[in-house]
Nanobody
Framework: VQLVESGGGLAQPGGSLRLSCAAS????????MGWFRQAPGKEREFVAA??????MYADSVKGRFTISKDNAKNTLYLQMNSLKPEDTALYYC?????????????????WGQGTQVTVSS
């Protein structure tokens, strides 16, 4: 299993970024996927998860971030709008252990290396 994130970078407050996570080594469409983030000095926190019939978001990003999957491309996305300085973190995608997963890290068994998002003026 390999998960490779991309799309991070520097954005201004109020700006947008789209993160991608290219997945390989497993049947992508059969598993739930998630995004997590970790800011310096803080614990890793849940951002969003998606399964075949739905998804969920952390309250801190609800209405601003959108998670999506392209099963044909084996790619997970995170569209981030209305970015805030507090969104600055290393963002990870993760593969769930089964076809459903929520906000708990123990529900995921593979993680990418992360892509850095910095929101600053």
């Amino acid at each position: 299993v390999q998960l490779v994130e991309s799309g991070g970078g520097l954005a201004q407050p109020g700006g947008s970024l789209r993160l991608s996570c290219a997945a390989s080594g497993f049947t992508f469409s059969n598993y739930a996927m998630g995004w997590f983030r970790q800011a310096p000095g803080k614990e890793r926190e849940f951002v969003a998860a998606m399964w075949w019939s739905g998804g969920m978001y952390a309250d801190s990003v609800k209405g601003r971030f959108t998670i999506s999957k392209d099963n044909a491309k084996n790619t997970l996305y995170l569209q981030m709008n209305s970015l805030k300085p507090e969104d600055t973190a290393l963002y990870y995608c993760a593969k769930a252990k089964r076809d459903y997963a929520t906000e708990h890290g123990y529900e995921y068994d593979y993680w990418g290396q992360g892509t850095q998002v910095t929101v600053s003026s």
